[in-house]
Structure formats: structure tokens, C-alpha cells
């Protein structure tokens, strides 16, 4: 292995890939790293190549010089270079590598210099997949990149959905969590759902859809949940984060994969005990592992699940029993909670039986029931009456920034029960939250708080 200051660069003799791979992806976890492929290089020698593309890189943006790090290994029929920032907040404005290697590429073929064929993978390099996992991501996807490039198509999943995972913006929108004092009549937000979102997409469903087919899916569903976790650096409150019941079977099956995942949370100032995972009604498959056995490994360093979308025939009561203590929260969506007696008694006695059966489970678990779907004060009420008192629902809060909600956490807290009233029983004011989202700041605006 030898250095070169210049560009910081370090490149790996040949037949040492297994070193490079370690090196690279080892000093750079948690930081967005990228993967340049290059073939078929020719009319130049091989160190010449390797000292162009820093200097080429550097001059679509002359500050990333000196905050880039480089490490090269390969041959001209099959050369490597890893990038990645030296420090992770030395890379909030990232380099256009696909502009800066297309332009140079262009210009040595317009000119006759020189010719080579180049693909490009990313990832955020996450805390908890083992190396060669790492490694093989951004080898398949630089590859696929090249072959693309050599057919001028248009790569859509390579430049939204890696670029989303790549990039350390904090990209990232909560679903508050509203709880019901029954002592003193107020309402106060918990924390939240978190979800996908920044610049590059509005929601997770939007970002599924661009996956293509052949994809592994487990692990783009772990990597959205790396990023969502990084995106709540030092957020206050319970944080829920989604996950299908296979991946997570699939992911952590080692002991080694759910410390990293505990120790990335410390990294990022969050409390496990204040972290959930919501597992997600996908029907899934047990080996060696078994949903139970993995889930305990999280429980033992103080994370929680939630079954999402309860109900009795549903797989997330099967869930629920056979996790027991694990299982902190109920979702229950949703139920049509605007059944009265006189409309349709069968329907109204069925729920009202199956919140007594969720209320028994949750004491025994002493667990939560949260609430989704809610749409009028009614329903609200009828909750309230029976005992359900945590909500996520557009109904008091629509989706806000992860920042505004760090922001905003004490303002949020201790709204009168009066105040919650007038406001949804208004339809003047129902509209105006409408507007608005958000019916603390709406309180405030009409001087109910």
C-alpha cells in the first residue's frame, strides 16, 4: 500500500482487495461513500489515470480537495477508487461525481487522449452491515452503472435512490404522537412515526416504487432505517420506526449486527429505551432465526415494538402473543369508530368488545393503544371515554420536519382539553386546522393557550 498527500489518496497493491475493501469502508462508516469503476483505460499509464481523477473531481468543486479521501486498487482493465469525505460535516455540499467523471470522460474522447469506460455506486456506508455486504452493494451497483453508461440509459434508481441514501441531509419527516392526560385534561405530543422524506422523495411508498425489481430489498429497507435514524440526531420524545417482520429476521441475525444498531443510536444522542420498531403486517418466514429470538436481542439493550394495524385476525395479534412483553404499543386502524348504537349496534358492541380486549392486553404488557385514522371530535371522545389516550393522527398534527420537530417538542405540550374542543367543534376554527396542521400553533393564534 502506498500514499500519495496530495489528494490524500492511498492505493492497494494488487492482490491485496480484501485490505482495500476493509480500509475503505472501515474509516468511512456513517459517511456517504462512493465507488468509481473504471475499465478498459487506455493511452495513459495507470498512475497517471489514478492522479487525473482527484484533480478532475477537485476542479467541478476546488474546496472538496482537500476534503476528499481517496483509495485505489486495481488495473487498467479493472480499476476501483474509493471516495469519501474526510469528515462528515465537510460534505454537506457534495461533489457531482457523475458530472465531474462524464465530463472528463467526454472531453478525453471528443479530444482523442484517451478512452476508458466508468459506473459509479453509493451508499451511505451504514454502521451495522459487515464489510463485504457494503462492498458487494457498491461493486453490483458501480457495474451496473457502467454497463448502463456503455447504452446511454437514462439510470433513474442509480440517481434518486442512491443518491437519496448517499446524501447526509437530514431528510426525514415525523408523525406526531399526541397523548391524552386524563388527570389534568391536557393534550401533549410523545414524539412520533418518522418517515421518508427531504428533496428526493415525498414518502416511503415513493421511494419503494423506484426500487427496481431485482433489487434486495431487505437491505434498501435497512438502509432507510439507518438513514431516518441519523436524520433524528438528538430528537427528544418516543421515535417509531418501521420494519417488515423478514428483514429484520434477515438483517439481525447476529448478536454483532444489533449492537451496531444500538451503538449507532448512541452516536446519534438517541435513548434506546425511547426507540420503537413498528413491525410492519407483512407475512414472513422463520429458520435457525425466529421473529421471537431476534426481537429479544433488541429488547435486551431496551428497545420496544409496536404491532401495527392490530386486529384480531390479523398477523399482528399472532405477533403480539408470541412476543409478549416485547410489544409496548397497539396500532389500531383503523376502526370505524363513528358507529353509534342506533346505526349499527353489531358494529358498534364489536368495538367496543375489541378495545376492552385491546386494553386488557396493554395492562397486562403495560403497554400503550394509539389511534390512527381519526377524523372528528365524536371519535375522539368515544376514545377518551373508553380509555385510549395516544393518537397519531392528522386530526391534532400532519407530518412536520425532524427539525422543526426537535424545535418545537416543549411548545407542544400541556394544550387544554377546552381548548381542543372549541377548536374541533368549530368548523370555522376545523377548517382553519386544516390549513394550518397543527393545532398547537392554531391554539395559540386564537389565544386558547
Partial sequence: MTNSQNF????????????????FINENRGK?????????????????????????????????????????????????????????SSFENQT??????????????RNGSLNFDFGIGRTQCNFISYVEEIFRELDSSSLKNLKDNLVRWSWTYLNRVNDYFASDRADAVIQPIIHY???????SMKGGEVFVGGVAYAGYADLIRDIPHDQDLNRIELLILEKLIMSCNGSPGLLKFNISPQTLIDTFDTDEK??????????????????????????YEEGEATLKSVCRRFWNFGISFAADDFGVK???????????????????????????????????????????YCRRLSDNREAIITAE?????????FLITHQVYYFQANL??????????????????????????????????????????????????????
Avoid at 43 to 59: G, N, R
Avoid at 96 to 109: E, M, Q
Avoid at 373 to 381: I, R, V, Y
Wanted: proline share 4%; aromatic share 10%.
Fill in 314 to 356: 390479523s398477523q399482528s395479534h399472532q405477533v403480539v402473543l408470541d412476543l409478549g412483553e416485547m410489544i409496548k404499543e397497539f396500532k389500531l386502524d383503523p376502526i370505524s369508530f363513528k358507529f353509534k348504537a342506533d346505526q349499527d349496534l353489531t358494529k358498534f358492541l364489536d368495538n367496543l368488545a375489541f378495545i376492552d
Fill in 96 to 109: 457531482n461525481f457523475d458530472a465531474a467523471i462524464g465530463r472528463f470522460h467526454d472531453g478525453a474522447v
Fill in 32 to 88: 456517504p461513500i462512493f465507488l468509481l469503476r473504471f475499465q478498459n483505460i487506455s493511452t495513459i499509464s495507470l498512475v497517471e489515470f489514478i492522479q487525473l481523477i482527484p484533480q478532475k473531481i477537485a476542479e467541478m468543486d476546488p474546496s472538496h480537495q482537500e476534503s476528499l479521501r481517496y483509495y485505489t486498487y486495481g488495473d487498467k482493465k479493472n480499476l476501483l477508487i474509493g471516495v469519501a469525505p474526510v469528515e462528515q
Fill in 396 to 449: 391534532f398534527c400532519r407530518k412536520i420536519w425532524i427539525q422543526e420537530y426537535k424545535d418545537r417538542f416543549k411548545e407542544m405540550q400541556k394544550l387544554p382539553e377546552a381548548a381542543v374542543t372549541k377548536i374541533l367543534g368549530s368548523a370555522e376554527l376545523t377548517q382553519r386546522l386544516k390549513e394550518t396542521g397543527n393545532i398547537f400553533s392554531l391554539a395559540k393564534e386564537v389565544s386558547l393557550a
Fill in 8 to 23: 490524500r489518496l492511498r492505493s492497494f497493491d494488487f492482490g491485496d482487495l480484501e485490505q482495500f475493501k476493509t480500509v
Fill in 181 to 187: 392526560n386524563h388527570r389534568d385534561h391536557t393534550f
Fill in 373 to 381: 385514522a381519526l377524523e372528528d371530535l365524536d371519535s375522539l371522545n
Fill in 258 to 283: 444489533v449492537t451496531r444498531f444500538h451503538e449507532l443510536l448512541l452516536k446519534q444522542n438517541l435513548n434506546p429505551q425511547n426507540i420503537r420498531m413498528e413491525l410492519i403486517e407483512k407475512p
